[in-house]
C-alpha cells in the first residue's frame, strides 16, 4: 500500500487532494528551485513571484517572474507570464491536453486563480499562502471563497505552503531591499 501525505497528515499543507510522499519531496526541490529563481530575477529587477510550468514528466514548458512594475501592466503576474509563455510555445490557449503543472512561489491571487483555472493545468503547487503575502508586502491578494473545492469540482488538484518558510523568506528581503511592491489604491 502505498503512503500518502494529506492536509490532515502534513502539518501546516494546504491541499484538496492527497499526495504521494515521493511526489511531495520532488515538489519541494522545485519549489525551491522557483525560489532560487525568485531571487535572481529580483536582482535583475523583476517583482517577488515566479512561477513555472512542467509536463508530468518534469520537462520544463515555461517559466517567468512578476513584470508588474517592469513593464507598467497589472496583468503581468508570474502566473499570467508564465501561463502566456506556455500557451505561446504550445501553440494552444488551451493546455488541458498536456497534463501541465504550475509551481509558484506564493498562493494565486483572485486573477491569476482565475487564469490557471481557465488555461487548463491540472495541478497547482504554491508556496507562500496569501495571508501571509498580504502580512510581509501589504498587497490585497482578493476574495477566494471556498477556491480549492472550487478547482476540485474543476479537476484541478491544489497543494500549498510547500517550502514557505524559504518563500517569506525571499519576500521578506525583498520588502526589506525597498524595492516596489505595487498595492493599488482600492475604495472599500
Not at 501553440?91 to 509551481?103: F, P, Q, V
Not at 495571508?131 to 490585497?140: K, L, M
Request: hydrophobic residues 35%; contains cysteine; aromatic residues 10%.
Amino acid at each position: 500500500m502505498e503512503k500518502t501525505l494529506t492536509q490532515v497528515t502534513r502539518a501546516g499543507m494546504i491541499s484538496n487532494a492527497p499526495i504521494l510522499v515521493d511526489q511531495l519531496e520532488k515538489v519541494s526541490k522545485i519549489i525551491q528551485e522557483v525560489h532560487r529563481r525568485t531571487e535572481l530575477n529580483i536582482q535583475k529587477g523583476y517583482g517577488p513571484f515566479y512561477a513555472m510550468i512542467l509536463d508530468n514528466e518534469g520537462n520544463y514548458i515555461a517559466g517567468c517572474s512578476n513584470t508588474v512594475v517592469k513593464t507598467q501592466c497589472s496583468l503581468n503576474h508570474a502566473e499570467i507570464n508564465t501561463i502566456r509563455a506556455a500557451q505561446e510555445k504550445l501553440k494552444t490557449y488551451d493546455l488541458s491536453s498536456y497534463d501541465l503543472s504550475i509551481y509558484i512561489s506564493a498562493e494565486p491571487c483572485i486573477m491569476c486563480a482565475g487564469a490557471i483555472m481557465w488555461s487548463g493545468i491540472k495541478n497547482v503547487y504554491y508556496s507562500v499562502p496569501s495571508e501571509d503575502v498580504e502580512r510581509i508586502t501589504g498587497f490585497n491578494e482578493g476574495y477566494k471563497p471556498d477556491w480549492l473545492k472550487e478547482f476540485k469540482s474543476m479537476g484541478v488538484n491544489v497543494y500549498g505552503n510547500i517550502e514557505s518558510v524559504m518563500g517569506r523568506r525571499v519576500l521578506q528581503n525583498y520588502v526589506n531591499s525597498d524595492c516596489v511592491i505595487y498595492k493599488p489604491k482600492i475604495q472599500v
